[in-house]
T-cell receptor, first 112, second 113 residues
Framework: DTEVTQTPKHLVMGMTNKKSLKCEQHMGHRAMYWYKQKAKKPPELMFV???????INESVPSRFSPECPNSSLLNLHLHALQPEDSALYLC???????????FGPGTRLTVL | ELKVEQNPLFLSMQEGKNYTIYCNYSTTSDRLYWYRQDPGKSLESLFVLLSNGAVKQEGRLMASLDTKARLSTLHITAAVHDLSATYFC?????????????FGDGTTLTVKP
C-alpha cells in the first residue's frame, strides 16, 4: 500500500458540532502531518507527529485536537469551529520527519 | 525565520515554449522539495533535492539546487497543456523543528495551445 488515505472527502458541519477527520497510511512512515490549505494559498502546517509523539504544534487553536493512536493512524478532532476554519485539510506522512512527504487527497471542510 | 519566495506567482505560456520558475530561500537549507497541485486536488511530490548542484529530471520538468545562492529552479521544456497546475517549492532545515517545511506561495502555470 503506497498511499495516504483520508476520510471523509467532504464534511459540512455547524459551529456547535463535533466531528473528526481520519488519516491512514500503511507505508511504515513514522512522521505524520496535518496541514490546512485555503484557496490559492500554500499549505499551512498545523501539527507534526514523529514516532507517535506530537513534535510540532504551530499555535493551532484548541478547537482543533490531534490524536495519533498508532503509527498508521492520525486523527483531527474538531469542536466549535468557526466559518473561517473552512478549508482543505491535508494529511501527509514521511519515512521520518526530514524525509519527503506524501500527501493524502484531503478533506474539504465547510463550517456553517 | 526561514522565508521562501517563488517567482513568478503566475505564468502563462504557450505550448512548446520553455520557462523557469525560481525558488529563493533565506537561510541554510538541507533539503528542498517541489510539489505539484492540480485545482481542487492534493499535492503530488515531484522532486527532492538534497545537495548543492543536485539536478533531477522527470519528463519535461527539471529541478536544480544551488545551496550557495539559496536558489532552486524548476525548468519546463516544451510545455504541454497537461503541465498546467500550481507548483510549490518547500524548504526544510535540520536546524529548525523536525518535520517543518516552509512553503513558497506557489506558481500557477497555465499552458495555452
Amino acid at each position: 500500500d503506497t498511499e495516504v488515505t483520508q476520510t471523509p472527502k467532504h464534511l459540512v458541519m455547524g459551529m456547535t458540532n463535533k466531528k473528526s477527520l481520519k488519516c491512514e497510511q500503511h507505508m511504515g512512515h513514522r512522521a505524520m502531518y496535518w496541514y490546512k490549505q485555503k484557496a490559492k494559498k500554500p499549505p499551512e502546517l498545523m501539527f507534526v507527529y514523529s514516532y507517535e509523539k506530537l513534535s510540532i504544534n504551530e499555535s493551532v487553536p484548541s478547537r482543533f485536537s490531534p490524536e495519533c493512536p498508532n503509527s498508521s493512524l492520525l486523527n483531527l478532532h474538531l469542536h466549535a469551529l468557526q466559518p473561517e476554519d473552512s478549508a482543505l485539510y491535508l494529511c501527509a506522512s514521511s519515512l521520518g520527519p526530514y524525509n519527503e512527504q506524501f500527501f493524502g487527497p484531503g478533506t474539504r471542510l465547510t463550517v456553517l | 525565520e526561514l522565508k521562501v519566495e517563488q517567482n513568478p506567482l503566475f505564468l502563462s505560456m504557450q505550448e512548446g515554449k520553455n520557462y523557469t520558475i525560481y525558488c529563493n530561500y533565506s537561510t541554510t537549507s538541507d533539503r528542498l522539495y517541489w510539489y505539484r497541485q492540480d485545482p481542487g486536488k492534493s499535492l503530488e511530490s515531484l522532486f527532492v533535492l538534497l545537495s548543492n548542484g543536485a539536478v533531477k529530471q522527470e519528463g519535461r520538468l527539471m529541478a536544480s539546487l544551488d545551496t550557495k545562492a539559496r536558489l532552486s529552479t524548476l525548468h519546463i521544456t516544451a510545455a504541454v497543456h497537461d503541465l498546467s497546475a500550481t507548483y510549490f517549492c518547500a524548504v526544510a532545515s535540520l536546524n529548525t523543528n523536525a518535520g517543518k517545511s516552509t512553503f513558497g506561495d506557489g506558481t500557477t502555470l497555465t499552458v495555452k495551445p
